[in-house]
């Protein structure tokens, strides 16, 4: 997934700057970023509906959708997918941490173990 996305951030960085009546993401780079946040808001809604509709070839075809707006997001926000992965796997090291504490673990017990920041949740 990790490739995939990567391939698809360097697809929408190189159209960004195409002529906007070819590319539809140099248009949406051109229309800004509430434009691009209310792409990307339409294809969450789409992507849950579809699962409550149960869907599911649908719920992929957006899902794919929905991940083409959120490139578009990173992008014009100076995130890279490299960042969020990164997050992901941290995320996926503190849960981890978080999993083999006691579950009366307190908070505070939970963000030192977890190394996480105070206003961070360790667990929901
Ligand atoms: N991966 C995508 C991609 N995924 C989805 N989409 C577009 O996003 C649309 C989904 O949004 P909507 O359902 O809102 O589209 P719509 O119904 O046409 O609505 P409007 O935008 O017309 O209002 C799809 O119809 C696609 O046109 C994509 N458009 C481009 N890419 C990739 O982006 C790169 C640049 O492509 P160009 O934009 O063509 O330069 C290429 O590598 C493309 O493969």
Redesign the pocket.
Known sequence: MADSLDR?FA??L??RD?NPS?????KLFRDGVQKMAK?LV??AIEVGLDAVQMNRESVVLES??ML??LAVIWAESGVTPGEVMGELDRRERTYGIAEKLPKHAGAAQLRRMSQLGPRRKAVS
């Open positions: 698809l697809a929408v190189e159209a195409r070819v590319s539809r993401t140099s792409k339409e294809e794919a959708d083409y707006h």
